[in-house]
């Protein structure tokens, strides 16, 4: 998501702002119910926790790019 230029003929900057803002926050809020932050399983060990919470935040981080990326496209933005 950072670094990636939208563009969308018409669109001025304020608009492009609002866009993915509405965007991101989606995004966000989806990849949260499908990947939910937690507090672990009480019976694993530090490391374990550590190596789940891991892998649990990078498939988030990858929802919600994905999820971000779609919405703005479906909006007509092109990159």
Do not use: L
């Not at 989606?26 to 932050?37: G, I, K, L, N, V």
């Amino acid at each position: 998501m950072p670094g990636t230029t939208w563009k969308k003929a018409g669109v001025d900057n304020a608009t492009i702002a609002s866009d993915t803002a509405t965007c991101r926050a989606a995004a966000q809020q989806q990849a949260s119910r499908f990947y939910p932050h937690t507090s672990g399983n009480p019976g694993m060990s530090g490391a374990g926790m550590i190596s789940a919470q891991q892998a649990a935040n990078t498939d988030r981080n990858s929802a919600e790019i994905e999820i971000f990326n779609d919405c703005m496209q479906g909006r007509g933005y092109t990159r």
